[in-house]
C-alpha cells in the first residue's frame, strides 16, 4: 500500500476528554489512566455462521448511496458529521498515539450507522505500524518470522491481534504471501520465502493467530508478487509471466484459503490475464471471490493506476468496481475536499448504469456478510 502525502494528516481527537487502553502489556497507554470497558472478541470469526436473513434486512435498509459507501475503505474522514464508509484504514504513523486512535475509532464507530471494518497492514519488521507499543516493538520481518516454529508464529499473531483489538482495529492487511527469494518482496524482508510450503504454514500460523483475538486477516498480494524487481507503489509493475506461472503463484492462497477473510490484489499488471493492473481485472477478481473471499484493492488514489489505463482517478474508481472488488482502497479520507468524491461518483454511476448498480448490489452483500461474522452486525 502506498503512503502519500496524505500521511502528514493527522489522526486529531473528535470527541473531548481521553480514553486510553489498556496495552497488551500490561499498563496503560499514554499516561496510565483507566481502560475503557473491553471490546467482546468474537473468536475465529470465519468459522461463524453467516445470519443470511440479517445480511438481506440490513442489505434492504440502504439505499444506493448507503450501499456505495460501504465499498469504500478510506483514510479516516476529515469532519465530524456522520461515517458512510465500510472501513477506515489507518496508514503511515497514525497509529502512533493508541489513545488517541482508541478514541478516533470509538468517535467513527459511535457516528456510524453500520459498524465500519478498522484495517492497518500489520506486518512486523519494517512494516510495523505498533512499534509504539512495547509488546511489539520488536516483532521480526515475515523473513524472520519463517526461522521459528509454527507455534511462535502463532503467538505473534495473536499478539498482534489481541493489540489491535485492544485498540479497535479489527482487520489486518496482512499476511503477505507472495513468494520471493530474491526481487522487492524478498530485498525488504516482506516475503517469508521463495518455497511455497514455507509461504503457506507460516502465513497460516499468523493468521490463526489473528483470528483467535478475533481480528481478520488480508491476504496479499494477490495473485502474487514473486520475485519482481519492481515498487508497483511508484511505477507499473507487469508480470511476464505465463498464465501456469501466475496459477502457481497464487496456488499459495489457495492453501491458506481457510485461514484468510479475503485478498487484497495488486497494483500489478499480469498480461496473461489482462493488461491491466490486477485490482481492474475481472478475470482475477472473479478467482478471489471463488474462495468465498472479499477482495481489497491496493491503494486507489495512486496516480500510476490513471496512467495505466490512460484515464482519470474516477475512471480507476469505476473501473474498479466493475472488475468485481469488493472493498475499494484509499488512502484519501473520503470527505477531503481536495480528492475525490469517491461516494458521490458510485452513487451517481448506479443511478446512471444498472451493471454498476448491480455490482454495487453484489459487493455490498460481500461486506455485510463478512460483517455479520465479525459480530458487527448483531445489534442491528
Known amino acids: 500500500m502506498t503512503h502519500l502525502v496524505l500521511l502528514t494528516l ?13 496495552t497488551p502489556d500490561g499498563g496503560a497507554a499514554d499516561g496510565g489512566l483507566a481502560p475503557p470497558p473491553p471490546r467482546p472478541v468474537v473468536k475465529n470469526p470465519l468459522s461463524r455462521k453467516v445470519n443470511e436473513a440479517r445480511v438481506e434486512r440490513v442489505l434492504a435498509s440502504l439505499d444506493l448511496r448507503a450501499r456505495a459507501a460501504q465499498l469504500l475503505l478510506a483514510y479516516p474522514q476529515v469532519g465530524r458529521g456522520a461515517v458512510e464508509v465500510g472501513g477506515v484504514v489507518f496508514v503511515g504513523n497514525s497509529l502512533r498515539n493508541t489513545a488517541k486512535a482508541t478514541e478516533k ?53 495473536k499478539r498482534v491481534g489481541q493489540s489491535m483489538h485492544a485498540i479497535g482495529l479489527n482487520m489486518n492487511l496482512a499476511p503477505v504471501l507472495d513468494m520471493a527469494d530474491t526481487g522487492h518482496m524478498a530485498n525488504n524482508r516482506r516475503s517469508f520465502s521463495g518455497d511455497p510450503e514455507v509461504v503457506a504454514m507460516k502465513a497460516t500460523a499468523y493468521s490463526r493467530g489473528l483470528l483467535e483475538a478475533g481480528v481478520l486477516p488480508i491476504g496479499k498480494h494477490f495473485p502474487g508478487y514473486g520475485d519482481l524487481e519492481g515498487d508497483s507503489d511508484h511505477a507499473l509493475v507487469s508480470a511476464p509471466w505465463e498464465k501456469e506461472r501466475v496459477l502457481q503463484e497464487l496456488d499459495v492462497f489457495q492453501r491458506t484459503r481457510e485461514v484468510l477473510a479475503g485478498v487484497m ?19 482475477l477478481v472473479k478467482l478471489a471471490h471463488a474462495n468465498d473471499w472479499i477482495s ?20 480507476v474508481l469505476k473501473q474498479a468496481l466493475m472488475a468485481g472488488n469488493d472493498l475499494l482502497l484509499t488512502t484519501a479520507p473520503p470527505d477531503w475536499d481536495k480528492g475525490l468524491d469517491y461516494v458521490g461518483i458510485l452513487t451517481r454511476y448506479g ?30
Open 10 to 22: 493527522v489522526l486529531t481527537a473528535t470527541d473531548g476528554g481521553s480514553t486510553p487502553i489498556a
Open 105 to 157: 475509532i470509538a468517535s467513527l464507530t459511535a457516528r456510524a450507522k453500520i459498524p465500519p471494518f478498522f484495517a492497518v497492514d500489520m506486518e512486523g519488521g519494517p512494516s510495523n505500524r505498533l512499534k509504539s507499543l512495547k509488546v511489539l516493538r520488536e516483532m521480526p520481518a515475515a523473513r524472520d518470522l519463517a526461522e521459528l516454529e509454527d507455534s511462535e508464529v502463532k503467538k505473534w499473531g
Open 265 to 283: 490484489l495488486a497494483n500489478v499488471a499480469y498480461p496473461a490475464f489482462n493488461a491491466r493492473p490486477a485490482i481492474l481485472s475481472p478475470e
Open 296 to 315: 481489497v484493492t491496493d491503494d486507489l488514489s495512486i496516480q500510476l493506476l490513471a496512467d495505466a489505463i490512460s484515464g482519470s482517478g474516477e475512471d
Open 351 to 380: 443511478e446512471e448504469e444498472p451493471a454498476a448498480r448491480a455490482a454495487i448490489d453484489s459487493a455490498c452483500r460481500r461486506v455485510l456478510r463478512l460483517k455479520d461474522r465479525m459480530g458487527l452486525l448483531d445489534a442491528l
